[in-house]
């Protein structure tokens, strides 16, 4: 079992800055793939970022992608997401979860956290 926290949303104003956190529990040997998700109300749960073990694999959904890095620290068995240039569009609660093989699918993802909510006024 893994468990998943994650933290660091909030409101923030169009063009701002936020970073989240997850912090991972348990086995976490048996995920190595760690993801970020985003659903809001009434669309479905979106793909946005993922990082292998290691950190040199990343990838990023074209919405966000230079504008959000996902990053890792295997010593605290976290994973960050710095989203920069917010725009309203990306309000939604955000999910941390992982996997055992990397993917933009959410089926593929076996542990989830609660999630954490962002908002971005305009």
């Known amino acids: 079992q893994v468990q998943l926290i994650e933290s660091g949303g909030g409101l923030v104003q169009d063009g701002g800055s936020l970073r989240l956190s997850c912090a991972a529990s348990?086995?976490?040997?048996?995920?190595?793939?760690m993801g970020w998700f985003r659903q809001a109300p009434g669309k479905e749960r979106e793909f946005v970022a993922y990082i292998t073990w290691s950190g040199r694999g990343t990838y990023y959904a074209d919405s966000v992608k230079g504008r959000f890095t996902i990053s890792r620290d295997n010593a605290k068995n976290t994973v960050y997401l710095q989203m920069n240039s917010l725009k309203p569009e990306d309000t939604a609660v955000y999910y941390c979860?992982?996997?055992?093989?990397?993917?933009?699918?959410?089926?593929?993802?076996?542990?989830w956290g609660q999630g954490t909510q962002v908002t971005v006024s305009s």
């Open positions: 348990g086995r976490t040997s048996t995920s190595g793939v």
């Open positions: 979860g992982a996997a055992k093989t990397v993917a933009i699918m959410h089926d593929y993802y076996d542990y």
